[in-house]
């Protein structure tokens, strides 16, 4: 299903003529001071249908779907809903009439109970106002195990999950109530194959007792797996709408972009076998790890090595113990032949190391601070003499790498939460280039980047290896680490449970080793 | 096989450490007030029946101020006004208990009913404004401290109001068993508290804003209403506190309650609830209000000069905190 | 419209006894009718800045005199002298200004106010002859490092030498109600022989004489104070308090202006100490 | 052309708008700021010059204790200690400066020293206490506000220490075309504080951290190191406030600087600067510091009664800060 080629529309479109559509957007603006995000937008949506919202980053997507929960309110433009007019004012608004979201950002309440957060929104009450905590926990149980987190304890805190299991939650959540629509912003952004594959159990189900979806998502085969229509939002304005068994992946991101996308997603590139060994590690175990033997393996300049592994299998922890953003338990690292042991993230970056982080906003950027500061800031000596700032080099060396990486900004003095969710990560990505590293650990480096960025990001990734850097990549997306990688290592448990050479690369193999182990224990 | 057995082992061994963190959160702060009543059950007296009667007496205006600031800090915010608010209350309430021509009953009741309304009408205007303007909850009540102790001294232009009915009076010195009478009544305040703040879906939804404001909007709360009431309610405790305090002292006046705001702060976090909100207890922050109790009990007993206990003070405050941290390191592991 | 202006600067406001000291002066202001008050006083007894501004602020307004009750008796010399400096006619009352510090700044004032020693030997005093020899007593101190605070210290221990009290213990409890209760019962804990407390002020008396009524110690515990505030009375009528000092506050600021207006007047610079009246006030005193 | 034309227009005027906005944040506070002196103007003496003298030294202290404190709260923490600790370094600094048979001009000089070494030594603790153990800095610095505080109290034996060098007391009053000298030096240190905060790495790592930790750590910084600085340099600046107290009044003693805290974070928060950590600056801290000041001095001058006072001062505080949020609101559409 991951191959956009072969996928159709797996759904057919509702039977019948015209359905009276159930929410109708005409014409919708909206400014955030000078920033135009929505430049009229019309959409309509039908019972039944699951309607994808596709577009780069930036376009409104968010947005939009901000304006239809109540958080934001339109400039202009009209909403009906059910055919009467819509204009909710609070999320409460949006909730009573029967209007669901899963957002793109988390909004989880970490110290408090799965369960509580499943049904945060409406707990089931006692007598005076006591919660019902035997429903709460039955109701919450019944959430998950309908998501297929059968496992989970329901009373655990929120701040112990990983980060799948949290967008599982927030899922869960969304479907607790009744509603007539159900909005999901990037909901597989965080999950693996697998999740993503029962989500889409679940709205199927939905779709089938008439609940409208929208999906948004970046992933078009998901798109044109799941969903009956299509409409694409470019710069604020909504470009086309369309019945999915009627346009082709080419058509859609042609209208994204608003131009023709070279084919940089499938150019494939000379394997590099000669460089020197950069990184060594031997039996490195991250403190979460429950096996002593750790992780062993051997990374060379020009490479890129991709790991997979299932959600929570451990890839970001081995990444945050090769940087000391952890402090490995044991096992021994080697760079350049030489042995290290960094006690802090500091002197791993002083010794050419650079790391993209998992989730830009809580750990790769400074959202308050301007796009240069952040690009310059693991390289701040470079830009400053004797502890002065150079404020002109450090407008230079932004405005030098952000044409390098072909950033959309306007002025490096912006605050970097201005910028669209792709155009951050690329932020993310000139703060190391900014440093020269000679090893880049990259952690989902395009998870939340739209198509276009997405290309761009992987001539850049191409290109760092060609100039001889060495490339760690973590995704949960297959056809990403097939086209990036020159190696794939596939982590299960904290352990690497197989190797994949190139020239052997296929889902499945990989898929494989990635449930070997679970294979092997056989729970159920 | 289901796509549910991914986190099977850890979750399972997870729930129970969870559990075990829960309680240990406040068992460390309990560990910690045992180990300082053993300290100083080596002095003198400090165990006599008397000195318990004592230091529970002197434990519980703390204590009852220091319910309300959970409530506030919990949800992100903080209540400098606390002991300013308290001095008001107590001149109003003082004021109506000594309304000439009232039955001795009637002019204790309108008391304790006039000093919770004026508590309730600081903590309402402590909340709105923080709420209504989004303004740090730190400096409107740095400026309704100012306000609220202005406005006492005005009320009472500075006097002191005594000659309250003498039932009034011997009530706050009645013990039982001795426990002084008053202490009870600030464990059933306890108790409310706790039952509010866990067993209510007002608790659950006030936990929850301290956890993630944001969210909590979006999940269709009204965070303002909520936040309003968390002050309202710290507003009310602290009414009942300014009748506490006539009931022990028998005075009213507009200079009591200086820094009393800090002495519930440090209960609250002693206790172990986070300053940044979501986390925390009403059971914790009676440790933490015992623990600065015992310590100021114990070091008078011990006969140190008042400056090295001063001193003492601080170190024991930190201590306390410090510890805690290594409780929690140890549950962790 | 030509009267004279006189500033007067006092401590806490928010402490009866000034109180009480603003009103004697503003009724003083109303009887005379020849002169214009200006009074400010601060928020706490330690709160030495506000004075000094009150005080640079009066010299700006280029009033006549000043009448000051300085809460620091060392830190207001320097503010005081420019004052004298600017032609202001300064009176100092309540507290004095430390002779030291006067002579280093070349400063020549009188003080108007009461000898605090005194007034507490003669309270200590009269708790002495209530007990007798070998009693057994303990002190509850005012702010530490406030002069009167001090002197008042040293008047109860002269009473203590004086009549051969055992002292058992002596602990500041800030001129505070709640604290000083605090601090008697737990003294009262370490030390349950107790027969004789003194309090600095009393404040403190309350929260002292509360703790004796919470141990059910009533009457076999004497206890003295200091400035006769109206919350006192029913006390000593019940013979809960022995006795007070009072030093007429009331009187006390009205009295210094007068000394200033004297002077503003055209009269004599003061000179030394004019002591003011105090007075021991026992049970005997209020039916 | 270039790939960064996609958003040129609105972006052009976003920029526009974003340094507009930088000078609006503080030009707010300054707005506040006239407003109060147009209004007081309008009593007598108010503007006179000696009167500005006054006012100009009666922000000094609070000034230069403010401007550490922005340090602080600029990476997320808070020091209630800044009052205890600058009465400490005081007498420390009282002591060696009447050391018998020193040269005035080495005493004053050795005395100095020792007021910043002992700033320094609490800053250090505050810092290290708190970011070793991950401790909330509010109770950390209570704590330590105890131990400075008995510290004091024990080094004087509650004396008050004098007769220093005529030199020195005279300094402490010299004036320079009306302006007080010791102000120029709490402008300098206001120029050296926002020299760092906004020209140097270090500011830009404290910001940083300020704002995002993890993400500051993550890109190579040691934040503990930053932390414990930016206490360090609130100790020091502590200590030369208590010079620069102890000029003005020519003396030192352990029951100085009672609540000065809560008017040093009232200026920074007036200020502009976020509770939070990561946003504002020195300068916005010179204008709250500024406003407090003009404010005590002008409401003195009117002649209100005292209590009148501290309420007009709560309210101020608190509609300053409202005021900004409108301003804030102003510049954001
Ligand atoms: N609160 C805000 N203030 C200012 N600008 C904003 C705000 N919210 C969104 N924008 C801007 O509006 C535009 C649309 O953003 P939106 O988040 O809707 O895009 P999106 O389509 O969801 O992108 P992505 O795929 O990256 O999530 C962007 O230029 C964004 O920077
Ligand atoms: N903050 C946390 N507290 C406790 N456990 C966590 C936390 N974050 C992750 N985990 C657990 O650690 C394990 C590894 O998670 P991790 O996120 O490293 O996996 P991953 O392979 O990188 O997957 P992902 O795609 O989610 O990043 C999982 O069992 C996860 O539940
Ligand atoms: O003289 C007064 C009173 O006795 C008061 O109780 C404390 O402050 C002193 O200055
Ligand atoms: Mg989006
Ligand atoms: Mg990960």
């Known amino acids: 299903m991951e191959n956009t080629e072969t996928a159709g529309a797996s759904a057919p479109a509702p039977a019948g003529a015209v359905v009276e559509p159930v929410l109708e957007l005409s014409g919708v603006k909206k400014r955030f001071g000078g920033v135009v995000a929505l430049n009229g937008v019309s959409f309509s949506l039908r019972p039944g249908e699951v309607h994808a919202l596709v577009g780069e980053n930036g376009a409104g997507k968010s947005t939009l779907i901000k304006i239809l929960c109540g958080i934001i309110q339109r400039d202009a433009g009209s909403i009906t809903l059910g055919g009467e007019a819509y204009d909710p004012h609070t999320p409460g608004d949006a909730k009573k009439a029967g209007i669901q979201v899963v957002h793109q950002e988390f909004n989880l309440l970490p110290y408090l109970s799965v369960a509580e957060n499943i049904c945060f929104e409406d707990m089931p009450r006692k007598a005076f106002g006591m919660v019902d905590f035997r429903t709460l926990y039955e109701k919450a149980r019944k959430a998950l195990d309908a998501i297929g987190l059968g496992d989970v304890d329901v009373r655990r805190p929120v701040e112990s999950l990983g980060v799948a299991h949290r967008q599982l939650v927030e899922i869960a959540r969304a479907l607790m109530g009744e509603s007539r629509i159900l909005i999901l912003d990037e909901p597989t952004a965080t999950l693996t194959a697998r999740e993503t594959e029962r989500l889409f159990q679940i709205i199927a189900a939905l779709k089938a007792k008439g609940v409208a979806v929208v999906f948004v998502s970046h992933h078009l085969n998901e798109v044109f797996s799941i969903c009956d229509r299509v409409t694409v939002l470019r710069n604020g304005e909504s470009v086309m709408t369309a019945d999915i068994a009627a346009t082709t992946t080419d058509q859609l991101v042609t209208n994204m972009v608003g131009r023709q996308l070279a084919a940089a997603m499938a150019a494939s590139r000379d394997l590099d076998t000669g460089g020197r060994t950069a990184l060594s590690l031997r039996n490195l175990r991250h403190p979460a790890s429950p096996h002593a033997e750790g992780v062993s393996f051997d990374l060379r300049y020009g490479e890129i090595l991709g790991i997979a592994g299932l959600v929570g299998s451990g890839r970001t922890e081995l990444l945050r113990s090769i940087f000391a953003a952890d402090l490995p338990l044991s096992g021994t690292l080697e760079r350049d032949g030489q042995p290290r042991r960094y006690s802090n993230p500091k002197q791993a970056i002083r010794d050419g190391i650079g790391f993209v982080t998992e989730d830009r906003k809580e750990e790769g950027l400074i959202l308050d601070m301007a796009i240069a500061a952040n690009v310059t800031l693991a390289s701040l000596r470079k830009v400053s003499r004797l502890g002065l700032l150079n404020k002109r080099e450090e407008t230079r060396l932004a405005q030098q790498l952000g044409g390098e990486i072909k950033l959309k900004y306007g002025n490096t003095a912006d605050p970097v939460s201005t910028l669209s969710g792709g155009n951050q990560q690329k932020v993310v990505l000139a703060k190391w280039l900014a440093n020269n590293p000679k090893i880049l650990l990259l952690d989902e480096p395009t998870r939340g980047v739209d198509v276009g960025a997405k290309a761009e990001i992987y001539a850049l990734l191409r290109g760092l290896s060609e100039k001889g850097l060495a490339l760690l990549i973590v995704s949960s997306e297959l056809p990403e680490l097939i086209t990036l990688s020159d190696r794939i290592l596939v982590m299960s448990k904290h352990r690497i449970a197989g190797e994949v050479a190139r020239e052997d690369f296929s889902e499945e193999r990989i898929l494989n080793f990635a449930y070997k182990d679970e294979r092997n224990h056989g729970h159920h | ?333 | 419209a030509d009267k004279p202006v006189v500033g007067l600067v006092m401590k806490s406001l928010a402490n009866e006894f000034f109180k009480n000291m603003l009103e004697g002066a503003k009724a003083h202001e109303a009887k005379r009718g020849d002169y214009t008050l200006k009074a400010v006083g601060m928020q706490s007894e330690t709160d030495v800045e506000t004075q000094i501004n009150a005080i640079e602020s009066f010299i700006t307004q280029k009033v006549d005199a000043i009448v000051v009750a300085p809460s620091d008796s060392r830190a207001l010399v320097p503010p005081i002298k420019r004052a004298v400096d600017a032609g202001i006619t300064v009176v100092n009352f309540d507290v004095a200004l430390d002779d030291k510090a006067k002579e280093e700044a070349g400063l020549k004032l009188a003080f108007v106010g009461p000898d605090n020693r005194e007034g507490a030997k003669m309270a200590g005093d009269a708790l002495a002859k209530k007990l007798g020899a070998g009693a057994k007593v303990v002190i509850i101190e005012g702010n530490p490092g406030a002069d009167n605070a001090a002197q008042r210290k040293l008047g109860f221990m002269d009473s203590v030498a004086a009549g051969k009290l055992d002292l058992l213990d002596s602990r500041t409890a800030h001129w505070e109600t709640e604290e000083a209760n605090t601090v008697f019962s737990n003294m009262l804990t370490a030390h349950p022989d107790i027969q004789g407390v003194m309090a600095a002020n009393d404040s403190m008396v309350l929260g002292v004489v509360k703790a004796i009524e919470a141990a059910g110690k009533t009457g076999k515990i004497e206890v003295v104070g200091f400035d006769n505030i109206p919350a006192v009375q029913p006390l000593l009528k019940e013979k809960k308090l022995l006795a007070t000092v009072d030093q007429f506050g009331q009187l006390m600021a009205a009295n210094a202006i007068d000394k200033a207006l004297g002077v503003v007047a055209g009269g004599k610079p003061l000179e030394g100490w004019v002591k003011t009246d105090i007075k021991l006030v026992t049970s005997d005193d209020v039916k």
């Open chain 2, 1 to 333: 096989m289901d796509t549910t057995d991914l986190t099977t082992a850890p979750a399972g061994s997870k729930t129970i450490a969870t559990t075990t963190k829960t309680v240990l959160r406040e068992a460390g702060i309990g560990i910690a007030l045992i180990a300082l009543i053993i300290v100083f059950s080596f002095t003198p007296h400090f165990l006599s029946s008397s000195n318990v009667t004592n230091i529970l007496t002197q434990v519980t205006i703390n204590l009852v101020l220091s319910i309300g600031m959970t409530f506030v800090i919990l949800i992100g915010g903080i209540d400098l006004s606390v002991g300013s608010v308290l001095s008001f209350c107590a001149v109003v309430a003082g004021t109506v208990m000594t309304l000439p021509g009232l039955d001795p009953a009637v002019a204790v009741f309108l008391a304790t009913i006039s000093a919770i309304v004026a508590g309730i009408g600081f903590g309402l205007l402590n909340g709105l404004i923080s709420a209504w303007w989004a303004i740090p909850s730190f400096i409107v009540t740095l400026g309704t401290l100012n306000i609220a102790r202005g406005a006492a001294l005005q009320v009472t232009n500075a006097s002191t109001i005594y000659s309250f009915p003498a039932a009034f009076n011997a009530f706050g010195s009645q013990t039982f068993y001795g426990i002084p009478l008053l202490f009870l009544i600030a464990l059933v305040l306890v108790a409310i508290g706790w039952f509010v703040l866990t067993k209510t879906v007002f608790g659950r939804v006030l936990y929850g804003i301290g956890n993630n404001e944001e969210a909590a909007r979006l999940a269709g709360h009204n965070v303002f209403f909520y936040k309003v009431a968390a002050f309202t309610i710290c507003g009310v405790l602290v009414g009942i506190g300014a009748i506490i305090y006539m009931a022990r002292l028998n005075i009213a006046s507009p200079i009591i309650g200086i820094g009393f705001e800090l002495n519930a702060i440090a209960a609250v976090i002693i206790g172990g609830t986070s300053l940044s909100g979501g986390r925390g207890s009403v059971v914790g922050t009676l440790l933490g209000a015992c623990i600065i109790g015992v310590l100021a009990n114990g070091l008078i007993l011990l006969g140190l000069s008042d400056f090295m206990r001063q001193m003492i003070t601080g170190f024991v405050i930190i201590l306390a905190v410090i510890l805690d941290k290594y409780r929690e390191r140890l549950t962790k592991a």
